[in-house]
């Protein structure tokens, strides 16, 4: 589904150059969970920018279902991800205006779905997020770990096939991280969605099925996990 | 979609609720300015656009040659003359001169003075289609015994009632009968008009002027074409090919929808529009909008750092560049609808003092054509939203979503010189605002304390209604000067301030003396003025032969070279006995003319103003015995007014402009102030963890705002050196159309730019003190 070659990116200041990612190259395969670690400063960001289509690479070849991303215009680029990714933040970002029923509803209105489906699709995450009670409430009024599952809940209502995490855990308890990796576990397994997050943790990064390391924007390994669950 | 988008949106303003208002109020402001401006401009435009025929209608004026004046009476064989050999008029009407002087209409016990009852041809109606309550136009002035009343006069007259048939006596004898009864069109007209008689002449000879000369092209012609018609009929006329001085002559049709504001023809009757005015005040009604929208824009981006996270979260899922503008754009839309609103109420209220201001008639709801009013308000505002949210939308929906979400909200510098750019232009406006404001103060007082080269102070004038009291006059003035308070009594015909004049053409020892005018004046009227002699004497009734003498004033002596002249005979065997100072006759924007004063006579014209001076003390007694004395000469209700009152009608627009101006200019300055509010604000918010890191290396309160104010004290300097040029330029064109103006002097230019100055640093340090006085580890910890 997604095949990275030889992705660089650096910064250019006074002639010298920063290097943010070096030589990165992977393959990412649908139904997949990967998790990319590593060290702060290592690129594990910028690589999910890339892979999220919000950042261009220096160099490299990017193909995400079959097309060039690079090639593409910004038009196609927005059509394709929004037809096809998710995002989750760690600071969650839902829009402090909007209900929680509208926030979900939000992504759906940019793909030009109907009134009625949109109803409909809202309502069913909503229930299946057991935040029906919730629906007119503002972001504000819900604590980060309800917050962060209203995030996830919009990164869903548009069907995405591959839902892409910053750090989705970094600013919650325990308690909520561990409900919030169990549902991402539960995504992945039975609606085949593909996971790619950005984790500091061990514990988050073994719900996955995959760990990319990256140190100094170099993958230095890339293993997968053994199912102990 | 658009529905959300509003919900949004009203949510958004809400949440801000202080920028909203400020946004709202500062677009309010600057709407209702345009509004009423732009009222009335439309009243000053819409003069005559009533007449369904307007666009084929045409006044006749004639211009002697080249560099000669052009004059809008004509002959009244003229107009027929040019119908015979010219298809294209279809018919023409003509008002005759005499027959426009003030009537006392009475019927039974009630009785009433009107200025403006015109004689005119029967066809009249042809031309001005004037809508008839009673009566039928065709048949309303056939014979010299028919009158035709507007609606208002005719309601003073007899009520409600229907009036046709019924008899009305003019001036106590002549019986009229009322024909007809029409209703006031729904537009100005550039001629007084209170009613209509037949003409008493149908002709005084080629050579006498004494008729307005209205033409009725057929539909279709072109006025170009037309002009070039009736020229070329003109030189054809048997009386233009005998005389060789006439060849030069030349027509001029203008299209009477044109009268109002553009003609430039002298002797002219009509109301006179001052296009200049209307352009002035439409161009700064319009920068005034302008800076309203400039004000909101600022506000708009001002605020974008809060929205600049929820833009990259649409972004990221999935919203296009369109999506986002448009979303922004209903924001700014419904803050603009809701400024409309707001505006029709502000201009609604503000009207009735505009209205007395300007001495108008203006409305908003009544106004006579909706549909125009309507369609360029809309434009208006179409215009407004795009100003005011199109860079706002554009700017907010190009944010790179990465760097927002990351929390990096450094935008680049581009917006931030926008911003300065949009302030600056603001504070050029301010700048040029304050300047014409100052000089156009200093222009108005200089005219109200001018030498006008008489003292208006305490004179009187009233009309004489009888020939006969004219003829024995001096019984009458001996009998007045017995009155206590009244010092000196005179007649007169133009006094100063009233525009008509009397302008001859003589030779004297072959050489040419054209355009002199002709005041005619009684004994003492120099007394009454006082205006004494500056060479030679006053005329007096000491000396016999006075009574065939004249004066002349200054500009008369320089234009002809009378120097050597006093003393001796001049134009028509008359003597000139002495020089008196130039006067203002009819405004300040015109050097005074050369003039002669003549004794009343059986040739000349008639002096048929008694002007006298009173001592102004118990004034209210001696116009009361004024008054009784007079009514016992002349049956007929007394009406006078006081010189200085009546000439204060020469510059009254100016001191309107002034008024006018001073408005203006406040609601600019608070408007930039608004503007300079926000950019204040928000710099200081986007600096407040630097302010903070400074702090904590030891900055103090005071370097703090010294460095704030810095960037801004800049681009108020830059906004002077550009604005005080603009306001030279305007303010010396201004100046330069008045024959007596005054001087202009440094002094407004520095007021502005201390004014501007001492604002910007007020306004900034307000918003700076309290950041740079807070604690710098409550901006640090923010991060």
Known sequence: MIILKNIEKYYANKGVKSYILRHVSTEIKQGEFVSIMGPSGA????????????????????????????????????????NHIGFVFQAYHLIDEMTVAENIEAPLLYKKVSGAERKSRVADVLDRFNMVAKKDLFPNQLSGGQQQLVGIARALVAQPSIILADEPTGNLQSAQALQIMDLFKKLNEEEGITIIQVTHSEVNAAYGSRILHLLDGVIKEDIAVEQSV | MFRLNLKIALRNLWKTKGYTLMNIFGLSIGLAGFLIILLYANNERSYDTWNPNAENVYRL????????????????????????????????????????????????????????????????????????????????????????????????????????????????????????VYELPNTPEHIEIEGFVKKSSTGDGWNNGNFYTYLKAKPGTDPVEFNKKLNAAFQKLPMVKKEASMQKTTLIALPVTEVYLHSTSLMDPTKRGNPKMVTILVLFSSLLLIIACINFTNLSIAQSVKRAKETGIRKVLGAAKGNLIRYFLTETTIQCLVALLLALVFAEVSLPIMNRLMDMDL???????????????????????????????????SYEPVKVLKGNFSRGTGSLWMRKVLISIQFIVAIVFIIALIIIKQQVNYIKNQDVGFNKDHVMVFKIRKGETRLNFQPIKDRLLKI??????????????????????????????????????????????????????????????????????????????????????????????????????????????PTVFMVETKN???????????????????????????????????????????????????VRLDKIFNVFTYVTLALAILGLFALASFTVQERTKEIGVRKVLGAETKDILKMINKTFLILVLTANLIAIPIAYILASSWLSSFAYRSTMSIWPFLAAAFVSVLVTVLTVSMQAYKTANAKPVDALKYE
């Open chain 2, 363 to 397: 409305s908003l709801f009544t106004y006579n054509n909706p549909g125009q009013l309507g369609l360029q308000i809309g434009f208006v505002m179409l215009f407004v939203i795009v100003i005011s949210g199109g860079y706002a939308a554009f700017f907010l929906s």
């Open chain 2, 604 to 654: 000349s014209n008639t002096a048929d103003q008694v002007i006298l001076k009173v001592n102004g003390q118990h004034t209210q007694e001696t116009v009361a015995e004024i008054k009784n004395l007079w009514q016992s000469v002349e049956p007929f209700p007394f009406q006078y007014t006081w010189l200085d009152q009546s000439f204060a009608n020469v510059y009254i627009q100016y």
């Open chain 2, 61 to 180: 004026s004639i211009k002697g040659g080249p560099d000669q004046d052009e004059y809008a009476s004509s002959p009244a064989e003229l107009a027929p003359a040019l119908k015979e050999m010219t298809p294209e008029i279809e018919d023409y009407g003509r008002y005759y001169v005499w027959d426009t002087r003030q009537r006392l209409l009475s019927s039974g016990p009630t009785e009433m003075y009107v200025d403006h009852i015109l004689g005119v041809d029967s066809n009249w109606f042809n031309l001005f289609p004037y809508k008839f309550i009673y009566g039928a136009a065709k048949s309303s002035i056939v014979s010299k015994d028919q009158i035709v009343l507007s609606q208002p006069v005719s309601e003073k007259i007899f009520g409600k009632t229907n009036p046709v048939g019924q008899t009305l006596l003019i001036n106590t004898t002549q019986r009229y009968i009322v024909s007809g």
């Open chain 2, 484 to 593: 206590d308070g009244v010092t000196e009594v005179s007649r007169v015909n133009y006094y100063p301030g009233v525009k008509a004049m009397q302008v001859i053409g003589r030779e004297f020892n072959g050489q040419p003396v054209q355009n002199l005018s002709v005041v005619t004046v009684d004994f003492d009227y120099f007394e009454v003025m006082g205006m004494p002699a500056l060479s030679g004497r006053l005329i007096s009734s000491k000396f016999k032969t006075d009574s065939t003498a004249v004066m002349v004033n200054e500009a008369a002596v320089k234009k002809y070279g009378l120097k050597d002249l006093i003393g001796k005979k001049w134009i028509n065997d008359q003597v000139i006995v002495g020089v008196v100072k130039d006067h203002v006759q009819k405004g300040m924007e015109f050097a005074a003319e």
């Open chain 1, 43 to 82: 690129g594990k960001s910028t690589l999910l920018n890339i892979l999220g289509m919000l950042e261009e690479p220096t160099y490299g070849e990017y193909e995400f279902m079959g097309e060039d991303v690079l090639s593409l215009n910004e038009r196609k680029r927005i059509e394709l991800y929004r």
